[in-house]
């Protein structure tokens, strides 16, 4: 059986994608997974062994040169990739327009079938348009977890339930890797702090007061923008134990999450790669609800806060510290 995953972005729902996978394999062993996925984030679904191909999906880039000559070359060319294969389930876990036509560009055996989304959950993007390139749509509680949604769509069009904790499939770590040269030696602890949206962020005395009970553990500050960085600075400052790393690439930021000691972070993506590597995870809820996105399958992980209500410093700290001597 051939199944194809449409999910391009953001780098948490992708991540949040990923046990659908091992459910898939675990009920139906021989089946071949292929994903489209935005290319930036062609590195993290490359970690999970179970996915045969990748489709590398450029619209962030493509729409800024839509006039250019090679840019047009390379849409054709994904296309042409995207329909090579006939597959016998299509599944759109995104539910936006531009994943709909993605769905309906894939072929499909007779009889095959194209599943997505009925209806979003509370306070997403979803496009209700999508819908249009569907076969069967799958009506979802609007409270559903981020991971089980796409878990519940699948399980639904292939017949069967979702009665085990979600599995990421992401390779253990190993104390033999070759680490970078920005990695220190010693266990370190990460502090996850920058969003777009800065509602979403933790004060940075609650993060300055944190580092000091945790020296003099290393504590590494990674930036994804010159304001991400500047704000990386601002902490450093204020502690003795900081250090503030050169820009990564995506595939370095994983790194970073899959080796971390500690990791402490708000609601974004990388937070959420850390826990599902299942390392020791504080997740802090300032600005958006808990119930979408916590990391709920493992003991290593502790969610704070919720919407509208941060968690405070000693509570993280304690939080922390509880993690921290199961190393």
Known sequence: MNILLVRVSSLGDVLHNLPIVADIRR??????????????????????????????????????????????????????????????????????????????????????????????????????????????????????????RGRLVVAAALGYQVDTP?????????????????????????????????????APANWIAL?????????????????????????????????VLPRLSMADAVLLARHAALAVGVDTGLTHIAAAFSRPVVEIYCDSPRWKTEGNWSPKIINLGDQGAPPSAAEVIAAAQRLLPAQ
């Open 27 to 148: 009920h139906f062993p021989d089946a071949n997974i292929d994903w489209v996925v935005e290319e930036g984030y062609v590195s993290l679904v490359r970690l999970h062994p179970q996915v045969r191909n990748i489709i590398p999906f450029a619209l962030r880039r493509w729409r800024k040169r839509l006039g250019d000559r090679a840019v047009r070359a390379e849409i054709r060319q994904f296309f042409g990739t995207l329909r090579q294969v006939e597959y016998d389930y299509v599944f759109d876990t995104q539910g936006l327009l531009k994943t709909g036509i993605i769905m309906g560009a894939a072929r499909i055996v007779r009889g095959g079938q194209k599943v997505g989304l009925a209806n979003g959950s509370e306070g997403s993007g979803y496009e209700g348009i999508s819908r249009i390139f569907h076969s069967k749509s799958i009506p979802l509680d609007p409270r559903t977890h981020a991971v089980a």
């Open 211 to 243: 580092g000091q009970a945790l020296a003099p553990m290393p504590i590494l500050l990674p930036w994804g923008s010159p304001k991400e960085q500047a704000e990386a600075e601002t902490l450093a400052a204020g502690l003795p134990n900081a250090r």
């Open 166 to 202: 979600a599995d990421f499939g992401l390779p253990e770590v190993s104390p033999h890797e070759p680490k970078p040269a920005w990695m220190p030696a010693e266990p370190y602890a990460v502090y996850f702090h920058g969003t777009a949206r800065d509602a979403k962020k933790w």
